[in-house]
Nanobody, 125 residues
């Protein structure tokens, strides 16, 4: 089993920054791949960013590429999502998710087995 706890959400003005954290327990980051997804009101949950087993590869949605950075802190078994140049359209509940196996694609939420409870990010114009 993997438990995930997100933190770091909040309210910020457009152009500002936030850093989300996803603390994992039950397994080390070397044995899981982690993704961040977000869900705005009335919309489907969408892929934001992912980091592979051991942190060797990162991937981003086109909408956040160049603004968001996903990274991992192995000492704390935590994955971070640094969000810069935030826009009102980034407003959503952000979820981290983990998967143990390579089945499925990193951008497909169905490939992930474990989910955190979510953290709200609100960007005002």
């Amino acid at each position: 089993q993997v438990q995930l706890v997100e933190s770091g959400g909040g309210s910020v003005q457009a152009g500002g920054s936030l850093r989300l954290s996803c603390a994992a327990s039950g397994r080390t980051l070397a044995s899981i791949a982690v993704g961040w997804f977000r869900q705005a009101p009335g919309k489907e949950r969408e892929f934001v960013a992912a980091i592979s087993w051991g942190g060797e590869e990162t991937n981003y949605a086109d909408s956040v590429k160049g603004r968001f950075i996903i990274s991992e802190d192995n000492a704390k078994n935590t994955v971070h999502l640094q969000m810069n140049s935030l826009k009102p359209e980034d407003t959503a509940v952000y979820y981290c998710a983990a998967r143990r196996y390579t089945t499925g694609s990193y951008y497909d939420r169905r490939a992930y087995d474990y989910w955190g409870q979510g953290t709200q990010v609100t960007v005002s114009s």
